[in-house]
């Protein structure tokens, strides 16, 4: 048993290396374009809270990308989902408790309602290890290897006013809550969201492959 989760973990590292660096390199461009001030007419390189624009979507698009990605790989090597529509169902319900805890969390709200916001986010995500356990655990390793790295840059980013949008809140939100802040959208939220982006698509992806010989 030990050797298998053992594979198991392996196999989930190999997995997520390629993407993990792909996702730190957009991170970097993105940082070292809002310092050099490229393309400063434009929103490609934004310094406005979130830092919208292109980028930004990209960014966002990459958690259903990648997580279509590991599900076909999975699939093929016979580890696809017991049920394919038990899996594509945890992942509508996550998909629609997610928007609404975003919708939930906007505007001004007091701390009970922001940690009842972010329970349900990870609600969303633990929602997911019920149909797809494998998939799931290969999207979380993913999430927290791209997501680290976006946390030491806002620290480092914050703490050295480097004058982009990684040290940048929300409008209303405290000052002296920035470590908080940035802990709790990229290591609660972020996550969540891939996990949930991922499993969505990913499961509807893998409804349709072939899978392969089940491993031992």
Known sequence: MAEADAVSTTS????????????????????????????PNTTWFSTAPGGPGP????????PPVFGGYFALRLARLGNGPVNARSAVGYGVLGAFILLYCVYFL?????????VLGYMLVILAAVLQFSAWPRFAATLLAYAYAARVPVVMVMLLARAGHWGTHFETL???HPDSGFVGFALSTQLIFWVAYT??????????????????????
């Open 195 to 216: 996990i949930v982006a991922g499993a969505l698509l990913g499961s509807i992806g893998a409804a349709f492959v072939d899978r392969g010989t089940p491993q031992t």
């Open 106 to 114: 906007l505007g001004d709200r007091s701390t009970f309602d922001v």
């Open 12 to 39: 989930i590292k190999r997995m997520i290396v390629e993407p993990a660096l792909i996702t730190l390199a957009l991170t970097l461009l993105r940082l070292e374009g809002e310092l050099a001030h490229w393309l």
């Open 170 to 172: 929300p409008p209303g």
């Open 55 to 62: 980028l930004a979507a990209a960014m966002a698009l990459l």
